[in-house]
Nanobody, 125 residues
């Protein structure tokens, strides 16, 4: 089992950039595909981006491609999500999720077994 802890959220201004962190602990020797999801107030949780354990493949939800960059450092057991040119509509709780399945691309929430508690991102103008 792996435990995920997100951090890096906060109150930011529109147009700024922000990097979120997802730190894994526990059975980190297992190869996990890791993803970021977000849930805005009153909306369903939506997929943002995912990355293979090797880090050599990434997959993005189309609306987010270009402003979002997912990356990972396996030596630090950490996955990152950089968000550029933040908009008010990026306001949401951002969750990271991991799964050991060897499916790719992996972007459906129901296929991820491990989830963090989320980190709040609030974008103000």
């Amino acid at each position: 089992q792996v435990r995920l802890v997100e951090s890096g959220g906060g109150l930011v201004k529109a147009g700024d950039s922000l990097t979120l962190f997802c730190a894994a602990s526990g059975r980190t020797r297992t190869s996990y595909t890791t993803a970021w999801f977000r849930q805005a107030p009153g909306k369903e949780r939506e997929f943002v981006a995912s990355i293979k354990h090797s880090g050599d493949s990434t997959y993005y939800a189309q609306p987010e491609k270009g402003r979002f960059t997912i990356s990972r450092d396996n030596a630090k057991n950490t996955v990152y999500l950089q968000i550029d040119s933040l908009k008010a509509e990026d306001t949401a709780i951002y969750y990271c999720a991991a799964d050991a399945r060897r499916l790719w691309p992996l972007f459906k929430a129901r296929l991820f077994d491990y989830w963090g508690q989320g980190t709040q991102v609030t974008v103000v103008s």
